[in-house]
């Protein structure tokens, strides 16, 4: 499993991707809405091989991208 933390300043919507090394997309998640303030959220990761990975988190219009390594 894998936590996210995120603080949003406003309930929006709430994407996650992640990403294998090539681009391709593996797994997604979709919130229809978060709550203004902390969020967390939990990510399965038991089917996902362990490597090297790129989580996109898209909060609104907003987008961050990091690097997650599963073992």
Not at 9 to 22: G, K, Q
Not at 38 to 55: Q, S, T
Request: hydrophobic letters at 35%; glycine letters at 6%; aromatic letters at 10%.
């Amino acid at each position: 499993y894998a936590e996210i933390n995120l603080n949003s300043p406003s309930s929006l919507p709430v994407e996650i991707s992640l990403y294998n090394t090539t681009g391709i997309c593996v797994k997604s998640w979709q919130y229809p809405q978060s709550q203004t303030g902390k969020n967390i959220f939990i990510l399965d990761l038991k089917e996902i091989p362990a490597g090297l990975y790129f989580c996109r988190v898209q909060i609104g219009n907003e987008m961050v991208t990091k690097k997650i390594i599963k073992l």
